[in-house]
């Protein structure tokens, strides 16, 4: 069992930055492949970034990819998203999500995940 607690959502201007933060309990972190998802208003909740267990393995969709990071620190049991050059369109509660996962497969679609947070909110005004 994994529960995530997100934390580092609110308001910033276009062209601005956030990071966010996910941190798991539990023992076996360094065992799970971890991803953000965001969803908009009315809109399907949306892959944004996704890490391997080790680090080895990172994807992004077009729309974030040169834009955000994710990133891990398993000692800390923590994944991080930095948010940079951030438009009106990344507006969306913020999503992070874990599954078990040794490999450097990558997962983009929200069912294969088991875990996930509260999602903190951004929103990025024009």
């Known amino acids: 069992q994994v529960q995530l607690v997100e934390s580092g959502g609110g308001l910033v201007q276009a062209g601005g930055s956030l990071r966010l933060s996910c941190v798991a309990s539990g023992r076996t972190f360094s065992g799970y492949a971890m991803a953000w998802f965001r969803q908009a208003p009315e809109k399907e909740r949306e892959f944004v970034a996704t890490?391997?267990?080790?680090?080895?393995?990172?994807y992004y969709p077009d729309s974030v990819k040169g834009r955000f990071t994710i990133s891990r620190d398993n000692v800390k049991k923590t994944v991080y998203l930095q948010m940079n050059s951030l438009k009106p369109e990344d507006t969306g509660v913020y999503y992070c999500?874990?599954?078990?996962?040794?490999?450097?497969?990558?997962?983009?679609?929200?069912?294969?995940?088991?875990?996930w947070g509260q999602g903190p909110k951004v929103t990025v005004s024009s």
């Open positions: 890490i391997s267990w080790n680090s080895g393995t990172t």
């Open positions: 999500a874990a599954r078990p996962d040794r490999s450097s497969v990558y997962a983009t679609i929200p069912r294969n995940y088991d875990y």
